[in-house]
């Protein structure tokens, strides 16, 4: 059994006191006296340690003198006992220590000067401070370089074999993607079996690497550490939030790393419970676009003859002057203005405080609204929050986390590991519940395979088992008896046999499923895609929160109902009001007395509530022509929607489209004036995370050529249009939003959120939860299979196919991917084309099989259009949120 | 005149006016030194001969069967106290394995002369030259970039040679492989420098 870690809490030991060079210790039995020992300041070399992982105890540098025995003992391996006397220094130590150094350099190959961790190398410093001058006997092993993998190329006669990479892929990612293997006489570390490594590439293995074993292929030989200059900030994929370091040099981005590293080897291993300080593979190896050629370079206006490069201030002119004459002629409501949520808190504020008070109107969305609002929405509805219950840690220290329709390892990657650190530490149990076998279901104790689409049925059985159960909490409901009354007839009329044949399980499953989590003192639900993004997903995150309030689990702590946004700042768009019906701070647009107090603050009126427009209507208005100025920030809806939602008549039909994106996007080329923005590297602000937490996004690069940052150009705009914005900065912004929502910017800690379910349990509960119980209609028999057009770990929106090393990693390939046992019923081989229907439309592709999906699934990743297969979609507008949801489609899959 | 006369006799200092004695005292120093070898030179058209520990301009340096020295370690880069190297580097498409510099320039406008980064290549890829013609009137031309930089290597390949063996970094045997830096077999694959 490994050695337990002298700081995860669930060592049970009694404590015992030992002496450490002549000071006396306090530790607990049993574990690693490496880790005693560093407890009290002291830093023995160690080359093979990190706290990560348990120790492994291979390089032999840790040496320390015990009493008692003759020969110096590796102190990472050694179990602190009660009355040991340790000496940690001497020159015997020393001696022995330099020793080991030496063992090590007689067979690396000091191929320094070509070395890539060269300047940031273990053994370098290692030699350096123990005076390694001489070495006798010195045998380089003479390997051939293991270029077998896509991204990490192993040079064997570097490696050292700590097993630093091979403990971190199999502890902490629990992915276990690497090996010790022996051939050719000598330990190789290779990937399992012997092959090209193909993995997650989280490139935890290349951070933590002492020597230069493992060296990235993206930025090989063309940087010495310290030739770069390290910018930190924070990652723009997903809403994990990670912090991550982008080395530049003089030509651009060099190379991603991030705290994680074999230099922050001490550290306390009840701190990863906040995160481990990597990154995954988008954030580590996809930065790529930040400096490529397709960037734009300046603001670009379409000619008879195309697009035409013209100066910035003929630009503005340009387009102040027709907002300004539209403005004029049909009033503020013909213009509208759509932002992605991968701009910072300060552009996200700054743009919907232009809409609404340079240009007067508020049709103004994000692009939080494509599902990430149906969970804020109803969790502010319901519990008061707004935002995700849990942290991060509350995640690992749950003692069950229910997973429903998320596939967390390819979205949230990182976040994905609080879930693994919880399975594997502090050994919770986790139910997925997911129609495919994700990797996380292949981890978890109770894997559920529930057919696909059926997270809404399956939500509804789980409160079902609870209420007839009676594995409800007491004190919860009989705080409010009506709205369990009300409940409990709702659910009532469900029947098990539509439940069990919409989920595909039995009662017994559900029932065990509830039973686990009410049961548990910590239980966390998270939720993501296959719940927020999918039809009825606003009443299906009111039923998460049923179940956690019929079970007690809405108020206590460590508990709670949490989605997983899907892009980096989804949440501060909400947070800073860039939705219709929302203010900053998530005010209510409806509200008399916020409106009048940011009317105060902005020195204007704010227009009315109605009209408002949230994304699918100002498409709809668009269409209709009654906006004709559409304003778009880095939103590409016509890559994104299906085609059925009538999104390129819309766009078509507007008089003036401006695209402000730092690419040249499909519907870029439609647009009349195309404005080139910034990327995250370039500009100053902050993200907020997932959790809550503020994070700090810093400029690594000067803009490139004369792209510049959102802010300054909605500054301008808003000048132009009569409405001064003068800021000289993004601080500026940032000191106004201080101002107006006090506490925002607590950088550090997200703030505890306390959940009031009290108001809403007494009003209105009852009056819908019927409908929320409701069965809904039946699938259609004539469409046997469920397509769902989703996330791969590689990618994130449609940005990532811009970054050369991700697409290198997973190219389009136009295939629909399939359960093999489908693809054989229907004699579908590799090379044949199918045709895919839906409701609407057909598309004709090849198809490749995924034993991961379950059978009468496909699967199409969302962020390719080639082909064009997100047109078989329909899209349902939720009713209460207008969240669009056409990620999931029933479809007919035939030979052609 | 007559107050220094007043010690000497009459017939002295008629003597010394016949004689032109005070011309003969001065041409006898000027004519002693038309005998003797100058030491100035005539500059451009003779020239001094400098010894091989000398220090001037820097130049890069190939192996003898035409590949360049230079890895791109960069370790010219970092020894450099004036900051007038800089090395931009990647992995060479020809020789895959290998890394090599793509550009490489020297401002020897802040060029101190000290020989660090000589002494900081691990693959005696720079060496100081004999060379010190390079006045111009264009500043931007003492910029050397890559090519120049193995031109002046090329024009003064002996005497960087001859710099290096004066500063104990290469030698004349065939020990002269062992006794600097060793690349393995499949990084480097290059030839041990012949000697010169």
Request: proline share 5%; aromatic share 8%; glycine share 8%.
């Amino acid at each position: 059994m490994a050695l337990k870690p002298v700081t995860s809490p669930d060592v049970e030991a009694p404590p015992i006191r030992l002496t450490v060079d002549g000071q006396q210790v306090e530790a607990k039995q049993g574990v690693s006296l490496y880790d005693v020992i560093s407890q009290t300041g002291k830093t023995i070399p160690a080359m093979c340690y990190h706290y990560t992982f348990d120790p492994f105890g291979s390089c032999g540098m840790c040496l320390v003198m015990v009493e008692g025995k003759k020969a110096p003992v590796r102190s990472c391996t050694a179990k602190a006992e009660a009355g040991m006397v340790v000496r940690c220094e001497g020159e015997d130590l020393f001696l022995a220590r330099k020793k080991a150094v030496e063992k090590h350099l007689t067979v690396h190959p000091l191929d320094c000067p070509v070395c890539d961790a060269d300047g940031h190398c273990e053994l370098q410093d290692m030699a350096f401070q123990h005076g390694v001058t001489n070495l006798v006997n010195a045998k380089p092993k003479g390997l051939p370089e293991d270029r077998r993998s896509l991204v990490l190329d192993f040079n064997m006669n570097r490696c050292i074999l700590c097993g630093e990479c091979i403990n971190i892929c199999k502890d902490v990612q629990m992915v276990d993607a690497l090996q010790f293997f022996k051939k050719e006489g000598t330990t190789h570390v290779v990937a399992k079996g012997d092959e090209g490594l193909v993995c997650e590439f989280c490139g935890d293995c290349l951070a933590v690497c002492p020597v230069g074993a493992i060296t990235n292929k993206y930025s090989k030989y063309v940087y010495k550490p310290w030739q770069l200059k390290k910018t930190t900030s924070t990652c723009a994929y997903c809403a994990d939030g990670c912090q991550m370091y982008i080395e530049t040099s003089g030509k651009g981005v060099q190379r991603v790393t991030s705290p994680l590293s074999w230099k922050n080897k001490w550290g306390d291993r009840a701190e990863t419970a906040k995160g481990h300080g990597g990154l995954c593979v988008r954030g580590r190896f996809g930065f790529q676009y930040i400096d490529s050629k397709e960037r734009l370079g300046a603001p670009l206006v379409r000619t008879e003859e195309g697009f035409a490069p013209r100066s910035w201030f003929e630009v503005m002119d340009t387009v102040i002057g027709r907002l300004k004459a539209l403005k004029a002629q049909h009033g503020p409501n013909a213009i509208a203005g759509l932002i992605t949520a991968r701009c910072t808190n300060e552009e996200l504020y700054l743009f919907q405080k232009l809409m609404r008070t340079a240009i007067g109107t508020n049709q103004v969305d994000s692009s939080a609204r494509y599902g990430h609002l149906n969970f804020t929405r109803a969790l502010q509805h319901a519990a008061g929050v707004g935002r995700v219950m849990n942290g991060y840690e509350e995640i690992t220290k749950a003692n069950v986390l229910l997973l429903i329709g998320t596939d967390i390892t390819e979205t949230n990657p990182v976040a994905s590991l609080r879930v693994k650190e919880a399975i594997r530490v502090y050994g919770a149990q986790a139910i997925v519940a997911t129609s495919r076998m994700t990797n996380i279901a292949k981890l978890a104790s109770h894997p559920l395979r529930i057919a696909a689409g059926s997270e809404r049925s399956f939500i509804q059985a789980l409160v079902k088992a609870a209420v007839e159960e009676d594995l409800v909490d007491e004190a919860a409901t009989t705080a409010a008896p009506e709205a369990f009354a009300a409940l409990k007839a709702a659910v009532g009329g469900l029947s098990w046999d539509v439940l069990t044949a919409r989920t595909g399980t039995s009662r017994a499953v559900a029932v065990e499923s509830v039973r686990l989590y009410a049961e548990a003192p910590k239980a966390v639900i998270l939720c993501a895609e296959g719940v927020t993004r999918q039809v009825e997903g606003y009443a299906s995150v009111l039923n998460l929160v049923d179940l956690a309030w019929v079970t007690g689990k809405l108020t206590r702590p460590g508990c709670g109902v949490s989605a997983l946004p899907e892009e980096a700042n989804e949440q501060g768009a909400v947070d800073m009001g860039v939705a219709p019906e929302l203010l900053p701070g998530q005010a209510l647009y409806g509200d008399e007395e916020a409106r009048g107090k940011f009317a105060t603050a902005w020195r204007c009126s704010l227009p009315p509530p109605d009209p408002s427009a949230t994304l699918m209507e100002i498409l709809k208005r668009c269409r209709d022509g009654g906006i004709k100025a559409l304003y778009l920030v880095g939103e590409n809806p016509l890559a994104t929607l299906p085609a059925s939602t009538g999104v390129r008549e819309a766009l078509e039909k507007v008089e003036l489209l401006v695209c402000q994106d730092p690419f040249l996007t499909e519907t870029g080329r439609l647009a009349h004036v195309v404005l080139p923005a910034t990327t995250f590297a370039e500009k100053d602000g902050t993200f907020t995370n997932l959790e809550g937490k503020v994070n700090r996004v810093r400029p690594a690069l000067e803009p490139y050529e004369e792209a510049r940052p959102d802010w300054e150009i909605f500054a301008a705009l808003g000048t132009g249009l009569g409405y001064p914005m003068e800021y000289e900065a993004a601080q500026d912004v940032q000191r106004e939003i201080m101002k107006l929502l006090p506490g925002y910017y607590n950088l550090g800690e997200a703030r505890p959120v306390i959940a009031t379910p009290e108001g809403y349990l007494r009003n209105g509960f009852a009056h819908t939860v019927a409908v929320r119980y409701a069965a809904g209609s039946e699938a259609d028999g004539a469409r046997p299979f469920a397509l769902t057009i989703g996330q791969v770990l590689y990618h994130s929106g449609k940005l990532s196919t811009r970054a050369s090393g991700l697409v290198q990693l997973y190219p389009s390939k136009g295939r629909l991917q399939m359960n093999p046992e489908d693809l054989a019923q229907l004699q579908i081989g590799p090379q044949d084309v199918v045709r895919v229907t839906s409701a609407g439309a057909s598309v004709e592709l090849r198809t490749e099989a995924n034993p991961d999906l379950a059978r009468g699934t496909c699967f199409f990743p969302e962020h390719f259009n080639e082909p064009p297969i997100k047109d078989l979609a329909e899209c349902v507008v939720d009713p209460t949120t207008g969240v669009p949801a056409f990620k999931f489609t029933r479809v007919a899959i035939e030979k052609h | 005149m007559t107050a220094k006369s007043e010690g000497k006799s009459l017939l002295r200092e008629v003597w010394d006016a016949l004689s032109f004695s005070e011309i003969r005292t001065a041409m006898r120093v000027v004519l002693s030194h038309m005998f003797v070898k100058p030491v100035t030179f005539q500059y451009p058209r003779e020239k001094r001969t400098i010894p091989d520990a000398h220090r001037g301009a820097l130049g890069l340096l190939r192996y003898d069967d035409g590949a360049e020295r230079c890895v791109g370690c960069d370790l010219c880069e970092a020894a450099c106290p004036s900051r007038c190297i800089k090395v931009v580097s990647a992995e060479n498409p020809e020789r895959p394995l290998s890394r090599y510099a793509t550009e490489f320039y020297i401002d020897i406008t802040k060029c101190v002369f000290c020989g660090y980064c000589v002494e900081a290549c691990p693959v005696n890829a720079l060496a100081m030259t004999k060379m010190y013609e390079y006045a111009t009137a264009d500043k931007r031309q003492l910029i050397f970039d890559k090519k120049r930089l193995y031109e002046v290597g090329e024009k003064h390949i002996e005497d960087a040679k001859r710099y290096l063996y004066a500063h104990n970094q290469e030698k004349n045997d065939a020990e002269s492989f062992q006794y600097r830096y060793k690349f393995p077999h499949q990084v480097a694959g290059l030839t041990p420098p012949q000697d010169s």
